[in-house]
């Protein structure tokens, strides 16, 4: 070993850092383009589709869905993943009238140039082209247009919908089927195999995160698409410390491969504790508001990917996070009920708010009430006479009935407020109090 155990298992961690967003964008790639079989039926909840064309979810989100972390369940998912070798994409943009729709443009390592919603351009929505070249975006009003070096970007298109009406469901996939994109290239690309994502997309998502040999697979094949968010300082160092060849070719010396298993756990743990500490705590809810603009700091695009991978920029939407109760410990559905009181016009959203639960791990909660959320559109929320709203969380029914219950697994958990076109940014959310038993 050239390099002594210490300083491998250090530029190991410092690279699973780097490394975890970009991997984790290859790895939504993999599950929405399915590089094995690409024509592959999808189910309703899922928004894949092949390379170059837009998949639509025709249902919300439900706890089966692992495609991401956090799915929201007030809008459709609409996603395409562009393959810029093949020259620029035209996308045609539906008009919607008063229905919330956005469309985010996303790059290899999780950063968003652009979104475009009602809020950026009221009225008649803008032409976009992506394109490869020089990094920028020129927003002309009715043209928007954004380059990049990368090879692969992703369209997310979000349509609001009212959960509890098939009419409102039917219209909402109308707004979806005038999201077009399309090329100068093949239409066919997009369905044609490739081996060597087929390999990858086959290795388990833990593999490729602590295995030291899944993990420089799956680096190496993001170095060889990634192109301008692979330009990092130090980066070769690190590729070169680690033996990054060697370890994918499954050649490398055993002490090199036990030191990079640690320093791959080191550097997972390390973006696991920055998720606790995103952006601005008050309350126990943290607030990140340099959510899509994170410069250098490497750590928190990892733990932001880790998190709410591809989350708007917080013009668009923020998200207060909340895991711990107002003494700061670990919600947990096992061992307390849970009461979060929203004081009347609160949350201030211009759009829509919603209160997600989500298994600690970001995983919708199954429940016998079909309830993942409540918000400004849930039917049958009883307000205070002071206009205020109380939310039970618990994972049993709350003795004061149902109506404004969301439903908690008997375990860790985290909730997630979302609030679209935020109006007030100093808002902070009140802290979630422990019920007496």
Same mark, same amino acid.
């Given at each position: 070993?050239?390099?002594?155990?210490?300083?491998?298992?250090?530029? *190991? *961690?410092?690279?699973?850092?780097?490394?975890?967003?970009?991997?984790?964008?290859?790895?939504?790639?993999?599950?929405?383009?399915?590089?094995?079989?690409?024509?592959?039926?999808?189910?309703?909840?899922?928004?894949?589709?092949?390379?170059?064309?837009? !998949?639509?979810?025709?249902?919300?989100?439900?706890? @089966?869905?692992? #495609?991401?972390?956090?799915?929201?369940?007030?809008?459709?998912?609409?996603?395409?993943?562009?393959?810029?070798? =093949?020259?620029?994409?035209?996308?045609?943009? &539906?008009?919607?009238?008063?229905?919330?729709?956005?469309?985010?443009?996303?790059?290899?390592?999780?950063?968003?140039?652009?979104? +475009?919603?009602?809020?950026?351009?009221?009225?008649? &929505? &803008?032409?976009?082209?992506?394109?490869?070249?020089?990094?920028?975006?020129?927003?002309?009003?009715?043209?928007?247009?954004?380059?990049?070096?990368?090879?692969?970007?992703?369209?997310? !298109?979000?349509?609001?919908?009212?959960?509890?009406?098939?009419?409102?469901?039917?219209?909402?996939?109308?707004?979806?089927?005038?999201?077009?994109?399309?090329?100068?290239?093949?239409?066919?690309?997009?369905?044609?195999?490739?081996? #060597?994502?087929?390999?990858?997309?086959?290795?388990?998502?833990?593999?490729?995160?602590?295995?030291?040999?899944?993990?420089?697979?799956?680096?190496? =094949?993001?170095?060889?698409?990634?192109?301008?968010?692979?330009?990092?300082?130090?980066?070769?160092?690190?590729?070169?410390?680690?033996?990054?060849?060697?370890?994918?070719?499954?050649?490398?010396?055993?002490?090199?491969?036990?030191?990079? *298993?640690?320093?791959?756990?080191?550097?997972?743990?390390? +973006?696991?504790?920055?998720?606790?500490?995103?952006?601005?705590?008050?309350?126990?809810?943290?607030?990140?508001?340099?959510?899509?603009?994170?410069?250098?700091?490497?750590?928190?695009?990892? *733990?932001?990917?880790?998190?709410?991978?591809?989350?708007?920029?917080?013009?668009?939407?923020?998200?207060?996070?909340?895991?711990?109760?107002?003494?700061?410990?670990?919600?947990?559905?096992?061992?307390?009920?849970? =009461?979060?009181?929203?004081?009347?016009?609160?949350?201030?959203?211009?759009?829509?708010?919603?209160?997600?639960?989500?298994?600690?791990?970001?995983?919708?909660?199954?429940? @016998?009430?079909?309830?993942?959320?409540? !918000?400004?559109?849930?039917?049958?929320?009883?307000?205070?006479?002071?206009?205020?709203?109380?939310?039970?969380?618990?994972?049993?029914?709350?003795?004061?009935?149902?109506?404004?219950?969301?439903?908690?697994?008997?375990?860790?958990?985290?909730?997630?407020?979302?609030?679209?076109?935020?109006?007030?940014?100093?808002?902070?959310?009140?802290?979630?109090? =422990?019920?007496?038993?």
């Amino acid at each position: 070993m050239s390099v002594a155990p210490d300083d491998v298992r250090r530029s *190991a *961690a410092r690279l699973q850092v780097w490394a975890y967003p970009l991997v984790l964008a290859q790895r939504l790639r993999f599950n929405f383009t399915l590089p094995g079989d690409p024509l592959a039926p999808r189910p309703a909840v899922s928004a894949g589709a092949p390379i170059g064309r837009f !998949g639509h979810a025709r249902a919300l989100a439900d706890p @089966d869905l692992r #495609v991401g972390v956090a799915p929201n369940v007030d809008t459709l998912y609409s996603v395409a993943w562009l393959d810029l070798a =093949r020259g620029p994409h035209a996308v045609q943009l &539906p008009t919607v009238g008063d229905r919330y729709f956005s469309l985010q443009v996303g790059k290899s390592d999780t950063t968003s140039p652009v979104v +475009i919603s009602g809020r950026t351009h009221p009225g008649q &929505p &803008p032409h976009v082209v992506v394109e490869p070249g020089e990094p920028e975006v020129v927003d002309h009003g009715d043209l928007v247009r954004v380059a990049t070096r990368d090879r692969w970007l992703t369209l997310v !298109g979000r349509t609001a919908v009212d959960p509890d009406s098939d009419e409102d469901l039917r219209a909402a996939h109308a707004v979806q089927d005038r999201l077009v994109v399309s090329s100068q290239g093949s239409p066919h690309a997009g369905t044609v195999v490739d081996d #060597v994502d087929v390999r990858l997309a086959a290795v388990a998502r833990e593999r490729e995160v602590f295995e030291p040999g899944a993990f420089a697979s799956a680096v190496l =094949r993001v170095l060889d698409t990634g192109g301008e968010s692979i330009e990092s300082r130090g980066l070769e160092r690190l590729l070169a410390d680690v033996g990054i060849d060697e370890l994918a070719r499954n050649r490398a010396a055993p002490a090199v491969v036990s030191a990079v *298993a640690d320093g791959l756990r080191d550097g997972h743990r390390a +973006i696991e504790q920055r998720v606790r500490t995103l952006g601005r705590t008050a309350a126990g809810w943290a607030t990140n508001e340099t959510v899509a603009s994170f410069g250098d700091d490497h750590l928190l695009r990892a *733990a932001v990917a880790h998190a709410q991978i591809y989350v708007n920029p917080p013009e668009e939407a923020s998200y207060p996070v909340c895991e711990v109760d107002a003494e700061g410990r670990q919600l947990d559905g096992s061992v307390a009920r849970y =009461r979060v009181r929203l004081p009347a016009g609160s949350p201030p959203a211009a759009a829509f708010w919603s209160l997600t639960m989500y298994h600690a791990a970001g995983n919708l909660v199954a429940n @016998d009430l079909g309830r993942y959320a409540v !918000g400004d559109r849930t039917p049958g929320l009883v307000r205070s006479d002071d206009g205020s709203l109380e939310v039970d969380i618990s994972a049993g029914p709350p003795p004061r009935g149902v109506s404004n219950w969301l439903p908690a697994p008997e375990g860790p958990f985290r909730l997630m407020l979302r609030l679209y076109w935020p109006l007030e940014a100093s808002w902070r959310p009140p802290a979630v109090m =422990r019920v007496p038993a």
